[in-house]
């Protein structure tokens, strides 16, 4: 893990984020804490022990209140205290509009490109806009109780409007976004109702730096901000806009994962026997073992995979007990309509498909419908000959670089959607349009078929480009960036807390 403390400086660092790293809940055994699983609280938890900071987020566990003061500040971790958890309360009428409604079925499928998904609701852009007033004003608070300088980190696209705000409440606080999803291009983003599409992007140029998983993202915010923001003056060749006498810096950052994890989970006893008893029930001899891992999402292109399976099956019967395909998939946002018909769809499609091709001995498709422990999911990964990533969009797509990182035996080989941030950035993988279901089923089969050779010379250079480009690289590079912002506006004697 880089040295972060060396860019931070004095600088009093203050995260905000939807979900909280700890969450205290009722259980059997009185007040308990969890982690929720993910790949940015483990990456994020031990840089906010080392560096104090602050962490400003939804305080959604059922004992949380409890445990925290009046402001709903808490220290965590529970047994070491090393940081301040800051709880920001929202009523269920607010979850259910902020976060399910504009976050969730407006945000999410309008920058997913993905638009017969789309809902708009005024209630919905009401309460996010009240919804981030708050949160802007927990880290202001925050803000004001250091004496030096201050730096806000928002996380995604349920924070939209929270720098405009805190720009408003705290004008020389250093502020800056990281933007997980996609961005659409401006003739995705007028589908909002007139006023806010600008109102989102007027909110969002309240940062110093917006940051992007990959530049396809920046440019179609930069041509946003262009067609929308009046008195917005856009340098697309320098990614910089100037805005109300300042300057917005837009970047992009592709995130990435924690590899020595992943590889040494993947390298751990444990794991190496439970990939032999994969490989023994299904993919023994010549046979092989494909797998894909999701949240069950409609941006995952989900149903576009398995009718590839059902193709490949149909075209190829040479396949028929030859390949089985481990369909490990999570059920997420279970209150909205979409997702819960997504998920009864995934299963009936798979037992349809098991039913036209299986035998007594062979199941084509073998359903995991849950979320999974690390260490399984290291072996599943291990054993697979082939992993598929057929998302219609991604910001990016962690699956495809845990795939890679636990590849240790270097015979996998990786069917990544070109339509992901990760198929910009990772050279060695089959790319598919999921929206060709002929080449989809062409790609598979050339996998299948691929020479030992030839996948091992993939993987491994997929294996070095991850190796040196790991989530501490990521937060390496963003630290770095905003450092050197920073230093180039020095503090303002007086204002102190930013
Ligand atoms: P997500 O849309 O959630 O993330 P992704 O990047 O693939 O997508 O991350 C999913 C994570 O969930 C992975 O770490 C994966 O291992 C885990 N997961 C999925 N199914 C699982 C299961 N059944 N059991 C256990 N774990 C499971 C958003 C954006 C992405 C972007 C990330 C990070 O949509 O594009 O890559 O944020 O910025």
């Given at each position: 893990m880089p040295d972060l403390l060396q860019y931070l400086n004095d600088c009093k660092f203050i995260l905000v984020s939807n979900r909280e790293p700890y969450e205290h809940f009722r259980g059997s055994r009185g007040i308990e804490v969890r982690q929720p699983a993910g790949g940015l609280v483990s990456a994020l938890d031990p840089t906010m022990r080392r560096i104090h900071g602050t962490w400003v987020a939804w305080g959604s566990g059922s004992a949380d209140r409890e445990t925290s003061d009046d402001l709903g500040r808490v220290r965590v971790p529970p047994d070491e205290g090393s940081y301040t958890l800051r709880r920001v309360w929202l009523e269920e009428s607010e979850v259910d509009a902020y976060y399910h409604g504009f976050a969730n079925r407006s945000l999410w499928p309008l920058c997913h490109m993905l638009i017969h998904y789309f809902e708009y609701r005024t209630e919905f852009w009401d309460r996010y806009r009240a919804v981030n007033l708050r949160f802007a004003h927990a880290v202001a608070d925050e803000a004001e109780r250091s004496t030096g300088r201050c730096m806000a980190w928002i996380q995604d696209y349920h924070f939209a409007l929270v720098p405009e705000f805190l720009r408003a409440m705290r004008p020389s606080l250093f502020i800056h976004q990281f933007w997980h999803i996609p961005f659409p291009p401006p003739d995705i983003l007028r589908l909002l109702p007139s006023g806010s599409h600008e109102a989102l992007l007027r909110g969002l140029l309240g940062n110093d730096l917006m940051e992007f998983q990959i530049d396809r993202h920046a440019l179609n915010f930069l041509d946003c901000v262009t067609e929308f923001v009046s008195g917005a003056d856009v340098d697309p060749g320098d990614q910089t806009i100037r805005f109300q006498d300042r300057v917005v810096q837009v970047a992009s950052f592709p995130i990435s994962v924690d590899y020595e994890k992943y590889q040494e989970l993947a390298q751990a006893p444990e794991a190496a026997k439970m990939a032999e008893t994969l490989r023994a029930r299904y993919a023994i001899g010549s046979r092989q073992l494909g797998v894909c891992?999701?949240?069950?999402?409609?941006?995952?292109?989900?149903?576009?995979?398995?009718?590839?399976?059902?193709?490949?099956?149909?075209?190829?019967?040479?396949?028929?007990?030859?390949?089985?395909?481990?369909?490990?998939?999570?059920?997420?946002?279970?209150?909205?309509?979409?997702?819960?018909?997504?998920?009864?769809?995934?299963?009936?499609?798979?037992?349809?498909?098991?039913?036209?091709?299986?035998?007594?001995?062979?199941?084509?498709?073998?359903?995991?419908?849950?979320?999974?422990?690390?260490?399984?999911?290291?072996?599943?990964?291990?054993?697979?000959?082939?992993?598929?990533?057929?998302?219609?969009?991604?910001?990016?797509?962690?699956?495809?670089?845990?795939?890679?990182?636990?590849?240790?035996?270097?015979?996998?080989?990786?069917?990544?959607?070109?339509?992901?941030?990760?198929?910009?950035?990772?050279?060695?993988?089959?790319?598919?349009?999921?929206?060709?279901?002929?080449?989809?089923?062409?790609?598979?089969?050339?996998?299948?078929?691929?020479?030992?050779?030839?996948?091992?010379?993939?993987?491994?250079?997929?294996?070095?480009?991850?190796?040196?480009?790991?989530?501490?690289?990521?937060?390496?590079?963003?630290?770095?960036?905003?450092?050197?912002?920073?230093?180039?506006?020095?503090?303002?004697?007086?204002?102190?807390?930013?």
């Open positions: 891992v999701d949240r069950v999402d409609y941006t995952k292109g989900i149903p576009e995979r398995l009718r590839a399976l059902e193709l490949l099956f149909t075209e190829h019967p040479d396949m028929h007990g030859q390949f089985t395909f481990l369909f490990v998939c999570t059920p997420s946002r279970t209150n909205l309509a979409a997702y819960t018909q997504l998920e009864q769809e995934v299963g009936e499609t798979v037992q349809v498909i098991n039913k036209r091709f299986g035998t007594a001995e062979w199941t084509p498709i073998v359903l995991i419908g849950e979320n999974v422990d690390a260490d399984l999911l290291a072996a599943v990964y291990r054993a697979a000959d082939i992993c598929l990533v057929s998302s219609l969009q991604d910001g990016m797509n962690l699956v495809a670089k845990e795939f890679v990182a636990a590849q240790v035996d270097e015979r996998g080989v990786l069917l990544l959607s070109r339509f992901t941030g990760a198929a910009e950035e990772i050279d060695g993988a089959l790319l598919i349009n999921p929206f060709n279901v002929d080449g989809f089923v062409s790609a598979i089969r050339s996998a299948l078929d691929m020479p030992a050779e030839e996948r091992k010379r993939r993987m491994r250079r997929m294996r070095r480009r991850l190796q040196n480009n790991t989530i501490f690289d990521w937060l390496d590079a963003i630290l770095g960036r905003c450092a050197e912002s920073m230093a180039a506006v020095p503090p303002t004697p007086g204002i102190g807390a930013g």
